[in-house]
């Protein structure tokens, strides 16, 4: 594989070192690397460097997509074209050399590349992924204002985004929490998302929820990866319940205090009864 001088691949850690070499020997053949470490307590740093990559260091607010952190790669980066990516995820050769081709042909600004999961080490075939523009010039993306889970909006026309063949190019995702650390990651994200949007209702919330199984489970072959497959869905469907859990308790400013303020007029009132 030719080393592509257009683009640098960054990887985003945080104690990351049981990861982050294989993360790096990735695409150290095949481009720049520069790893932006969220302040890792770990060897991160020290084994990112070892195999060939730049370490910057940046503090972010707990996701790497907001336009501060985009900002502050951008201007690291020396090259035309950024792919943006993460220590539990991988590119196949086949899906790395289409990679460089797109971006050496200089007739698009963005590659979309959809990602799948592995989940317990099962592969779950297409169940809860999607495509994400993971390499793009650095003017095709303007991610002012972007928010959690979302990457931006590219600058350039439908023309200029190369889409790869899902059935061929894939990023490889490796999910490797258990059931206690996922829901600690759900905890944080869901913070978040909880302060961007009002809550639906029960009935927009059951459909939501519904459709996530029927697609993900049923139609993207979630259930050829037996068991894995089907705690993925339950974990995505989950997320969407939390979000929308804490978005209610937003919208009604419900915390400890307040609602034990209400259970205590029905506390009083037993109380009451007693006399």
Same mark, same amino acid.
């Given at each position: 594989? *030719? ?14 070192? !049981? ?6 020997? /990735?695409?150290? *053949?095949?481009? &720049? ?26 503090? /972010? ?6 336009? #501060? $952190?985009?900002?502050?790669v951008k201007a690291a980066v020396q090259t035309p074209w950024i792919y943006w990516a993460?220590?539990?995820?991988? @590119?196949?050769?086949?899906? !790395? ?9 200089? $007739? ?16 779950? #075939?297409?169940?809860?992924?999607? =495509? $994400?523009?993971?390499?793009? &010039? ?5 991610? $002012?204002? *972007?928010?959690?889970? #979302?990457?931006?909006? =590219?600058?350039? =026309? ?6 790869? *063949? =899902? ?12 059931? +206690?650390?996922? !829901? ?34 049923? %139609?993207?072959?979630?259930? +050829? ?6 705690? %993925? ?20 400013? @419900? ?7 209400v259970n205590n007029a029905m506390r009083d009132r037993i109380l009451a009864d007693l006399?």
């Amino acid at each position: 594989m *030719n080393f592509c001088e257009q683009i640098t691949f960054v990887i985003f850690t945080c104690n990351e070192e !049981l990861r982050v070499e294989r993360a790096v020997r /990735n695409f150290v *053949n095949a481009g &720049r690397v520069l790893v932006v470490d969220n302040y890792s307590a770990d060897r991160t740093r020290e084994l990112a460097e070892r195999h060939g990559a730049t370490v910057l260091l940046h503090k /972010n607010a707990g996701w790497v997509e907001d336009e #501060h $952190t985009v900002s502050v790669v951008k201007a690291a980066v020396q090259t035309p074209w950024i792919y943006w990516a993460f220590a539990d995820e991988m @590119l196949d050769c086949r899906t !790395l050399i289409a990679l460089i081709d797109a971006v050496e042909s200089q $007739t698009c600004s963005v590659v979309s590349i959809v990602r799948k999961n592995y989940y317990y080490g099962a592969f779950c #075939h297409d169940a809860a992924t999607g =495509p $994400t523009n993971r390499a793009f &010039r650095k003017e095709a993306i303007d991610f $002012t204002g *972007n928010e959690i889970h #979302h990457f931006g909006k =590219p600058t350039v =026309p439908e023309a200029q985004i190369r889409h790869l *063949n =899902p059935s061929e190019h894939l990023i490889h995702h490796f999910i490797s929490n258990t059931a +206690k650390t996922y !829901l600690r990651s759900m905890d944080a994200y869901t913070d978040i998302e909880a302060q961007k949007a009002a809550p639906i209702s029960a009935l927009k919330m059951m459909v939501r929820i519904t459709r996530i199984f029927l697609n993900n489970y049923l %139609l993207r072959g979630g259930h +050829k990866a037996g068991l894995p497959g089907l705690y %993925l869905v339950i974990q995505s469907m989950y997320y969407e319940a939390l979000v929308n859990m804490k978005r209610y308790e937003v919208a009604h400013q @419900l915390a400890f205090d307040t609602i034990e303020s209400v259970n205590n007029a029905m506390r009083d009132r037993i109380l009451a009864d007693l006399h």
